[in-house]
């Protein structure tokens, strides 16, 4: 994607790691940053597009299941009579309702929708992790690639970037060897995921806003040999690899049965963990478990949201930053759908927990909670993403967002203080802009989501 070189003016941006004043933004026509300078002279911003409030750099949103977000508030009311306490195993019972009745189109409206609101929450990249693959009956597409196809529609129509993730699903437990009836759009082989990525590139060879990488299920729903089989596709490929991993305290269980092993442990062990690898959620992990992520070079995708939906537990955050742990944040299953929300919730957790305030900001030893948290996303980004997106960098890919300066979160607070009232605040400040690559996206809602909700649900 080309896009001609270009000029912005910002009278506050975000630039390593701190609120820099004056600062003028190049943009290459590669769609990267060409320059960043701030206290710029009044000269140098002539002809330089003035924007209207102050500048944050995009953050990629590391884990997405689109489709999920046709099921936002419609799983919080409990089985009256259900003899069982409601959780995550219950929750995924709900979801496979959605993951069974949605097409192609649908799936491509409800993202259309999913990825505007993105947008507007200031994602600026998302990484879709897809294991919607088979037809409504279960039977491959005559493209093994249709879903993943309006998925990429999905992102080129609102502007967002787009990392695709088609996921390895083969079985339905560690002790299983097949699929569950409602897992049958899940299918899939190590083969069959090689494919859809290699169509996926054919289809979108123009388009630098969208890459892929693959992903592995879990533990649990896939066999040991497959795993490896497409962990060493993607290592010849120079893919990112994402895998739910440690969520639940069940799967740990389950794990520890069937292989001796805790998931984390018995992954490191057998497979070979490299720095593009990314383990969604491990919430439920040991010190030595976490240290041993870090010296392998892999990263960790946080999602604090779904994490606190679903009951799965809180993430240990102080573990991890002492061990100097890279991590990057997600949406899952899009509960909510901004960044500053999640950061403000993986904060409030460890608060909880802890019963001390300004966690973030003690565990990795700066002032400002806020500042820490945004800065250690946007480094966890460029792992899950695979794509250059680490803040307001000369060469890094040119994604940013501009704020309301009007938003009533940021009324009268100290310039230096913007970010922490943006993150800690509420209702959220508002954008004025988002940019991707140095264009404008396209946050307005989709007209047809409403319509394909009716459908999917009535009412």
């Known amino acids: 994607m080309k896009v001609e070189a270009k000029l912005f003016f910002a009278s506050q941006a975000w630039v390593s790691g701190a609120w820099a004043k004056d600062v003028l933004l190049g943009v290459a026509a590669s769609g990267s940053w060409s320059q960043i300078t701030p206290n710029a002279p009044a000269q140098a911003r002539v002809g330089a597009t003035h924007l209207n409030g102050p500048v944050l750099p995009g953050v990629v949103n590391a884990h997405s299941h689109a489709f999920q977000r046709a099921i936002v508030g419609l799983t919080e ?25 949605i097409t192609p189109e649908q799936l491509e409206t409800i993202a259309s929708q999913l ?9 600026t990249q998302v990484c879709e992790f897809h294991y919607l693959h088979n037809a409504l009956t279960g039977s491959p597409y005559a493209n093994p690639a249709e879903m993943s196809l309006a998925l990429v529609r999905a992102a080129q129509r609102t502007g967002i970037g787009l990392t695709l993730l088609p996921t390895l699903y083969m079985r339905a437990g560690f002790s299983q060897s097949g699929l569950r009836d409602d897992q049958r759009r899940f299918a899939s082989a190590p083969d069959s995921i090689v494919r859809i ?6 289809h979108t060879a123009g388009d630098a806003r969208i890459n892929v990488g693959v992903a592995i299920h879990s ?7 497959a795993l490896k089989e497409l962990a060493a596709y993607a290592h010849r490929a120079t893919l990112p690899v994402h895998i739910h991993i440690a969520e639940q305290t069940q799967e740990v269980d389950d794990c520890l049965v069937h292989t001796g092993q805790r998931p984390i442990e018995w992954l490191l ?14 919430t439920h992990t040991t010190p030595a478990e976490l240290k041993e992520v870090q010296t392998h070079g892999a990263s ?11 009951g799965d537990g809180v993430f240990d955050l102080p573990g991890y930053a002492k061990v100097h742990g890279t991590w990057s944040i997600g949406s899952d299953s899009h509960v909510t759908r901004r960044w500053s929300e999640e950061l403000r919730l993986l904060e ?19 002032s400002s909670s806020a500042a820490a948290l945004l800065e250690a996303a946007l480094v966890g980004g460029l792992a899950a993403s695979g794509q250059p997106l680490g803040g307001l960098v000369v060469g890094q890919r040119a994604d940013f967002c501009v704020l309301d300066a009007q938003s009533p979160a940021l009324l009268g607070i100290p310039a230096d203080h913007v970010l922490d009232a943006m993150v800690f605040s509420s209702p959220d400040a508002r954008l004025d802009a988002v940019y991707v690559a140095g264009q404008a996206a396209h946050t307005q809602s989709d007209a047809r989501f409403a319509q394909t909700m009716h459908a999917l649900w009535g009412g």
């Open 197 to 202: 990525v290699e169509d996926v590139q054919r």
């Open 77 to 101: 009311r409990r089985s009256m009579g259900a003899p069982a306490a409601d959780d995550f195993w219950s929750w995924r019972d709900r979801m496979y309702s959605a993951a069974n009745c």
């Open 348 to 366: 409030y957790g460890q608060r909880l927990t802890h019963r001390k305030r300004n966690m973030a900001a003690q565990v990795m030893d700066q």
């Open 219 to 225: 533990l649990r729903a896939v066999s040991p040999a």
């Open 115 to 123: 990825y505007a609101e993105l947008l507007a929450g200031g994602y």
């Open 269 to 282: 062990n057998y497979a070979e963990v490299d720095a593009r690898w990314n383990l969604v959620h491990a």
């Open 300 to 310: 960790i995708v946080i999602c604090p949201a779904t994490e606190a939906n679903l």
